[in-house]
């Protein structure tokens, strides 16, 4: 009989799973005993490290005070209005508003249907497509699975979100025709600045600055799906701020408790805002159960304070150049094929003859964490937290499993 947990992103099949029972720092231990150095920051969020008591003591006062209440009108709660305002004043997006979610998932969906229905209250009801780029993730609700561009995460779930297109992920020729021959109907480009889960792929020079140009150009909403990049792992607060270009939407999630609490949202900026406050008898008919969970914006009120107390914005430009650094190193050295990556994220584009899986399993055995992305990308994105010593533990492990 199989385990009644039936896992994310595995196989169906499987029994056995490697389970983690402690964290500390960049530190991990599973219930045989063995440190494993997380690579990881576990899925892409962990920027504070694992372990932190404050952390838990805060929302321990929170939980023992009120766990929390509806967000729904007409309540609100104290946490969810602090952290708004905190997350606002971070970020590049002046005179936003905050719409909190519970996953980056349902930050995509929130931004998609918000870009679509701002168009609406414009009094242009005819803007529906939304156009994403290949390679994109964009988590896997049905608007975001809609919005993948990474095929297999599509494929088998019948009949998607309509007016959904991608563009091929660099060509900004192609994205351009697309939006002239279809001007009048679109509501919204959406894309990652730098794509993460789909193989670690920073923007080609100018091409962010181009999205924005053809949004402007066509009356189309501009959406950054920041769940990956927000929060300093580029070394600014956001990529919108690392890379010049400032968004209509900005969906966030993963770092933003380094994962001690689900949380996410959607900066809303002002074009969009214009729209939906302009009827004063407009009722916003979208949020979830958990929508400003109060113990939850707690976490996140803690977590952005340790990440400006501890510097870590600078700590990922450091982390950052000692990760790149050591993996051109091995490319250089033909150990693979090539790096890639910006900020504190990075991954080793690997040769022919090479295995992500097989490179990520011994890696596993000798004490350290990579995510294996296909056949040929193995991808690094560890706690801001990680010591250099660590750091180099980790390529060191890495490049032993790399010469196998």
């Known amino acids: 009989m199989r385990p009644a947990f039936l896992h994310p992103f595995a196989s169906t099949t499987r029994e056995s799973f490697i389970r983690i029972v402690r964290g500390e720092g960049a530190l991990l231990w599973d219930s045989d005993g063995n440190e494993l150095i997380d690579g990881m920051a576990s899925l892409w969020y962990c920027a504070i490290g694992h372990g932190r008591r ?4 805060a929302v321990h006062a929170q939980m023992t005070t009120l766990e929390t209440y509806s967000c729904f009108d007409p309540f609100t709660n104290g946490p969810a209005e602090e952290l708004a305002e905190r997350l606002v004043a971070l970020s590049p997006l002046e005179g936003a508003r905050v719409f909190f979610t519970d996953s980056g998932s349902e930050s995509v969906d929130t931004a998609m249907k918000l870009a679509r229905l701002a168009h609406v209250q414009a009094g242009h009801p005819e803007r529906t497509l939304i156009i994403s780029r290949t390679r994109g993730y964009h988590g896997t609700n049905y608007g975001g699975t809609s919005a993948q561009g990474i095929a297999p995460n599509k494929a088998g779930y019948g009949p998607l979100v309509g007016d959904v297109v991608q563009v091929p992920s660099d060509d900004i020729e192609a994205l351009a025709t697309l939006m002239k021959e279809r001007s009048a109907e679109i509501a919204a480009v959406i894309t990652e600045p730098l794509q993460g889960a789909g193989g670690v792929f920073p923007p080609t020079e100018n091409y962010l600055q181009g999205l924005r140009r053809l949004c402007d150009q066509h009356r189309a909403y501009l959406i950054f799906d920041e769940v990956i990049t927000g929060f300093g792992r580029l070394g600014s607060w956001f990529a919108a ?5 400032t968004p209509d939407f900005l969906g966030f999630a993963k770092a933003v408790t380094s994962g001690y609490q689900p949380l996410g949202g959607v900066f809303v900026g002002r074009a969009p805002l214009e729209a939906l406050e302009a009827d004063p008898t407009f009722f916003l008919r979208h949020g ?19 990440i400006e107390r501890e510097g870590l914005l600078q700590r990922a430009t450091h982390v950052g150049a000692r990760l790149g650094a050591g993996l051109q190193a091995l ?24 295995n992500a899986m097989a490179i990520r399993d011994h890696m596993l055995k000798n004490g350290a964490i990579v995510r294996a992305l296909n056949t040929d990308t193995n ?4 706690p801001l937290v990680i010591t250099d010593d660590q750091l180099d533990r980790l390529l060191d492990i890495f490049a032993t499993a790399a010469t196998r």
């Open 379 to 382: 991808t690094f994105c560890p």
């Open 331 to 354: 490319a250089a050295d033909g150990i693979i094929d090539h790096a890639r990556g910006d900020g504190a994220v990075w991954a080793a584009g690997l040769k022919p003859d090479q």
């Open 288 to 306: 979830y159960t958990y929508s400003g969970h109060a113990s939850v914006c707690v976490a996140g009120l803690k977590n952005v304070e340790i």
């Open 241 to 245: 701020q690392h890379y010049g270009v």
């Open 54 to 57: 404050e952390m838990a003591d």
